[in-house]
């Protein structure tokens, strides 16, 4: 609340490595009156609890979404993509931050840790394979 002078936040986003239920109360607890909550986490498929203030969450009026990938339909949307990379239009190399071989995974993955890196692609050669 003092951070934001108590106007609080539109939009939260959920992007942990692993997704539990408690995360989600504050969360919700950051999220404005009328904002959006959204999850892009993944937990486990048994994993069934989440616990949140069901008072607050229907009284300030706010959403809670789920969403992986955009949302995107993988059988649609990548054979799209990948024809505008092909035509031209969509520039993929200006998207990547740095290129690594696998034996430098682990310094790809340092990077990324340490800031360096955000969008770090490993260059796979035939000896690789």
Avoid: H
Wanted: charged share 25%; aromatic share 8%.
């Amino acid at each position: 609340m003092e951070i934001t002078w108590g106007k609080m936040c539109q939009k939260t986003i959920i992007t942990v490595g692993e997704m539990k239920g408690e995360l989600v109360d504050p969360s919700l607890t950051l999220t404005a009156k009328g904002g959006k909550c959204v999850v892009t986490a993944m937990g486990f498929m048994a994993d069934m609890d989440v616990k949140l203030n069901s008072f607050l969450f229907s009284m300030l009026q706010k959403d809670l979404k789920g969403n992986i990938f955009g949302g995107c339909n993988a059988r649609v949307d990548i054979p799209n993509l990948l024809d505008l990379y092909r035509s031209g239009q969509l520039n993929l190399a200006d998207m990547v931050t740095r290129t690594y071989s696998l034996e430098q995974i682990n310094d790809g993955y340092k990077d990324m840790l340490d800031g360096k890196n955000i969008r770090g692609v490993i260059q796979y050669t035939e000896a690789d394979w």
